[in-house]
C-alpha cells in the first residue's frame, strides 16, 4: 500500500538575523524606489516612477536596482527552497522593464505596479511575515512571532 504524503507536517522556514537585516535593508531600498519618494493628492511616487522618465536610460537604472535587491535576496536566503516564487518575482521585474518602457504610459504604469514592494511580500510570505508597508514601516518587534512577544 502507498503511504500517503499528506500526513508530513509543513515547518515554517526561519530567519536568521543576516538574512533579517538584509531584509530591512532591502526594504528600504525598494520603499524608497517605490513609494517613499514624494506623495501628490494621496497618490506616493517612488524614484522608480520618476527616474524612469528619463527617456531610454531611465528604466534600465531602475531595473538594474530592482535586479540588485533579487540577487541580494538570493545570496541571503536558500534560492532553491521556493524556485518558482523566485520566477514570478523575476517576472515582476519583467513586466516593470517592458510595460515601463513605453513612453508616457509605462511611467504612469510605473506609479501603480511596485514590483519591488510586490517582490519583498512575496518573501516575507514565504516566511509567515506580515505583507510590508512602505507607508508606514513596521517597527522592529512587529515581525516577532506570538511566542516571542509572551
Known sequence: MPRAFCCVPYEQPELNSNQETILKEMEKLAGFLDA??????????????????IPGIGDIVTTGCSLWILMRLW????????RKKWCVMLMNVAVDFTIGSVPLAGDIFDVYWKSNIKNINILRKHYGMEPFDPSGQPSDDADLKVEDKV
Request: proline share 0%.
Open 36 to 53: 517613499n519618494w514624494i506623495t501628490i493628492c494621496g497618490i506616493s511616487f517612488g524614484a522608480d516612477s520618476i527616474i524612469g522618465l
Open 75 to 82: 545570496f541571503a536566503y536558500d534560492a532553491w527552497l521556493f
